[in-house]
């Protein structure tokens, strides 16, 4: 089935080129990160994720914020922290592109200029009234991401513990969401 899928002009990605290309069809784009588990190994300790407390592999997607469609994806071991994977891949995104974030991705105004994220509770202080309701205003806006990671996890093969060899993880998740693209281009 895979082989049929990867021949299939239908289930791609639009990918990172697709990205810089078109500014104007990507005006707001939403990043997230998702965790799969995965067995334990003979050199494990670069998949321990403290996040989720097991072994994981972390796929980070790039959602369009209108339409709710994939973007691109990038891929990591479950110790690499979500903005350090944002920094790795490199996502080819122009200055007018807005990126909306959680606090994962605190410092990524500096990579990218039209960046939002949640403003972070000082220690020992509390946020004020107006930083609270402009972090409900952008959980409002980048919660288009969270459905996406749903829809990803309907799939056994990334919300179980993931059995296969790790080399094609990447490949079998591009295709579940290209999958995903189809059915919401379907329904749309």
């Known amino acids: 089935m895979e082989g ?3 021949n299939s002009d239908q289930f791609r990605l639009p990918g ?4 810089y290309q078109s500014a104007s069809t990507w005006s707001v784009v939403a990043v997230d990160v998702t965790e799969s588990p995965i067995e334990r190994q003979k050199k494990q300790r670069g998949y321990y994720s403290g996040k989720k407390k097991r072994h994981t592999l972390k796929a980070q997607v790039l959602v369009n914020q209108a339409t709710g469609q994939i973007i691109c994806t990038a891929f990591g071991k479950g110790r690499v922290h979500d903005f350090h994977l944002f920094k790795l891949h490199r996502l ?6 807005l990126c909306l974030a959680d606090k994962g ?10 960046s939002c994220t949640a403003t972070k509770k000082p220690r020992q202080g ?5 930083e609270r309701q402009q972090n409900r205003n952008l959980a409002r806006l980048r919660v288009v991401a969270e459905p996406v990671n749903r829809q990803l996890k309907i799939f ?6 993931y059995r296969n060899r790790r ?8 295709l579940i969401a290209a999958i995903v693209n189809f059915e919401l281009a379907l329904s749309a």
Request: charged fraction near 25%; aromatic fraction near 10%.
């Open 16 to 19: 990172k080129k697709q990205l």
């Open 156 to 161: 056994w093969i990334l919300a179980e513990r």
């Open 105 to 114: 991705y605190q410092g990524i105004a500096k990579l990218h200029l039209c």
């Open 92 to 97: 080819p995104m122009l200055p007018e592109q």
């Open 167 to 174: 080399k094609r993880f990447g490949l079998r998740f591009n």
């Open 126 to 130: 509390k946020l004020s009234k107006a």
């Open 4 to 6: 049929l899928l990867i």
